[in-house]
């Protein structure tokens, strides 16, 4: 393993890391009132010893605080209880950067606080089902259209949120434009039936996210925001459509341009999803100079193999990394990795199935 890129140092923007392995972002749900907590500061500090974590997706707004116990950014109290998170993380010498994640039409007014709203960019209803603390499993609701207004505020509250992170000690910022939520709702023309600027054709589909990126870019520096894309993902409700493969080569083009950090593909075919084309990556590849996270279904074999080849810069390890806090020093000394992933324990509030997974000894 002399030659091993996984274990050996690498940079992202401004973000140095001690290896090579990323924690992919994943809800769990333990976050009470929607403030991050101890026991998530146990979590992330557990697994510090990854070259960067990313975090479950936090909302920027409470409109995007559709799944129930989800973490928000959007306020002080948000702001102190991530305080904790991230400097537990630190104290260990780890680098851990927030997943923005707005839910736009994957919402339910049950899940969402007084006042609040699920907002789309048009009325088109999500097909299927979302569990409720309070009514179990309901329907997905017909979202609002954002007005113009809408649109501008969201924008302002991704970078309000972005600079909430940097106060709250995070290394940067992931704009989570992937998996069928309020960014990629603007890129898909399933959900995106708007006649303004913000809608038809591919140019005009990207602009939200394009905008939101430069924004958050400007406020926080490049070299410190990330995005994550899934092209050809049909997470919550996202059928393909035909012009897939140009409208990700023209954002990643544009996603060069403004120099952020790094764009995180998301390939879930290891879960049973539709193949994501290897055309589309190697494209994303060629547009995007910056740092490229590739993730799913990747164990110590694939992750060398697509680093060493150039197809990724960095690589994103999610379920493996729940029951195997030390999952780095497993793989690094080919120690027996866990498959016992305690699958009705990952949404469920408190420390079982949580922070109760044993370190190799
Ligand atoms: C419990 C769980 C929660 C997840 N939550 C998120 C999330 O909040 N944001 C996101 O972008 N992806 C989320 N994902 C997807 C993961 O980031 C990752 O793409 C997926 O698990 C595939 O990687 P793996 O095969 O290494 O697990 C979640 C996955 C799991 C299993």
Redesign the pocket.
């Known amino acids: 393993m002399s030659n091993s890129k996984l274990f050996a140092p690498a940079q992202t923007g401004a973000i140095k890391l001690s290896n090579s392995i990323v924690i ?5 749900s333990r976050a009470i009132g929607n403030i991050p907590n101890d026991l998530m500061a146990t979590y992330y500090g557990q697994r510090a010893t990854a070259g960067l974590i990313i975090t ?2 936090t909302s920027p707004s409470p409109n995007g605080l559709g799944y129930s116990r989800i973490p928000g950014i959007f306020n002080q109290a948000q702001v102190e209880g991530w305080k904790k998170v991230t400097s537990a993380v630190h104290a260990k010498g780890g680098k851990i950067v927030i ?1 923005l ?1 707005h839910t736009g039409r994957i919402s339910h007014a049950l899940n969402l606080p007084e006042g609040a709203q699920v907002l789309a960019p048009s009325a088109v209803k999500p097909a299927g089902q979302m569990w409720t603390d309070t009514q179990q499993m309901q329907d997905f609701p017909t979202p609002k259209a954002m007005t113009g207004e809408e649109v501008a505020q969201a924008k302002a509250e991704y970078v309000t949120a972005s600079k909430n992170a940097i106060a709250a000690g995070f290394d940067g910022v992931e704009l ?1 434009a ?2 069928g939520y309020l960014l990629e709702q603007f890129l898909s023309p399933i959900s995106n039936i708007r006649t303004d600027n913000y809608g038809g054709s591919i140019e005009n589909r990207c602009r939200f996210v394009l905008e939101v990126a430069s924004e958050v870019a400007q406020a926080i520096g490049k070299d410190r925001t990330g995005i ?1 894309l899934s092209p050809y993902g049909v997470a919550s409700d996202m059928p393909h459509y035909p012009e897939i493969h140009n409208e990700y080569d023209y954002l990643s083009k544009e996603l060069n341009k403004l120099g952020i950090a790094y764009i995180h593909l ?1 390939d ?1 075919s ?2 049973g999803a539709p193949v994501v084309p290897l055309a589309i990556k190697q494209t994303i590849r060629d547009n995007f100079k910056n740092t490229l996270i590739l ?4 164990d110590k074999e694939r992750g060398e193999k697509d680093l060493q080849s150039g197809l990724a810069n960095l690589i ?5 990394f ?1 029951v195997n806090p030390d999952l780095v020093e497993r793989m690094k000394n080919d120690w027996e990795i866990s498959p016992d992933l305690k699958a009705d324990l ?2 469920t509030p408190g420390e079982k199935g949580y922070t109760d997974y044993p370190v190799h000894v």
């Open positions: 992919a972002p994943m809800t769990r479950e997706g997943q994640m989570h992937a998996n994550r998301v879930h290891a879960m993730c799913g279904g990747y994103a390890i999610g379920k493996p729940i990952l949404y």
